[in-house]
């Protein structure tokens, strides 16, 4: 079974251009949670998407940014029009949805923005 | 009211030493409570949890203490070893369902260090 999958694992975007993360969340997962990573800082909820749903977006910025888990296909992480500020690690984790269900993580995208 | 305060920042230990990472939090709906192992590179992993109706959790080296009237959580890592070198992360969740069921908040983290 494989685990958690997020692609691309380096991506390098100039300032203005759109950046999209993906993650493919593990067999009969129908939970996905999307967290930053800021250098030297801990994990920061972002957004909770159950399929073709979005949950909780409150750690979302209100601008720039959007997430997805559509019917078919992986979930997607879109940053619009990138700033410097931007540059982090995305990681994607999954969870079948029970009570108690452990949540495992991807090994994380590293968006660095030029 | 949703932060997760992790204490230190970094430990250095030497090989056979017991590593010890504290954690307190504010929210008293948390009611579960993982630690999660990261090393350079790579994803967090799960590596022991526990929830506020035991007071200890022990699997291995690794065991969690859990004091619920003081609000606050430890990670001991018995006999450290040199592969034990990660970050570690605390973190706690609201588990009893609704929007925020799943949604991790994680402490800062704390870089140890095991010397041969």
């Known amino acids: 079974n494989a685990g958690v999958m997020q692609n691309p694992r380096h991506l390098v975007r100039r300032r203005g251009q759109e950046a999209r993360l993906r993650c493919s969340p593990m067999?009969?997962?129908?939970?996905v949670y999307w967290y930053r990573q800021l250098p030297e800082e801990g994990l920061k909820f972002m957004v909770y998407?159950?399929?073709?749903?979005?949950?909780?977006e409150s750690g979302m910025p209100k601008e720039r940014f959007s997430a997805e888990f559509p019917k078919e296909g992986p979930s997607i992480l879109r940053i619009q029009q990138v700033v410097r500020g931007d540059s982090a690690a995305y990681f994607c984790?999954?969870?079948?949805?029970?009570?108690?269900?452990?949540?495992?993580f991807g090994q994380g995208t590293r968006l660095t923005v030029v | 009211q949703q932060q997760v305060k992790q204490s230190p920042q970094s430990l250095i230990v030497q090989k056979g030493g017991i590593s010890i990472i504290n954690c307190a939090y504010e929210?008293?709906?948390?009611?579960?409570f993982p630690w999660y192992q990261q090393f350079p590179g790579k994803g967090p992993a799960l590596l022991i949890a526990?929830?506020?109706?035991?007071s200890e959790k022990k699997e291995g080296r690794f065991t969690i203490s859990f004091n619920k009237s003081a609000k606050q959580f430890s990670l001991h890592i018995m006999d450290s070893q040199p592969g034990d070198s990660a970050t570690y992360f605390c973190?706690?969740?609201?588990?009893?369902?609704?929007?925020?069921?799943?949604?991790?908040?994680f402490g800062q983290g704390t870089i140890l260090t095991v010397h041969p």
């Open positions: 984790a999954s969870s079948p949805g029970l009570v108690s269900a452990e949540a495992f």
């Open positions: 067999k009969g997962h129908s939970h």
């Open positions: 998407l159950q399929k073709e749903n979005i949950i909780d």
């Open positions: 929210n008293t709906a948390f009611d579960y």
């Open positions: 526990i929830r506020p109706d035991v």
């Open positions: 973190a706690a969740m609201n588990n009893a369902g609704g929007t925020s069921y799943g949604k991790l908040t």
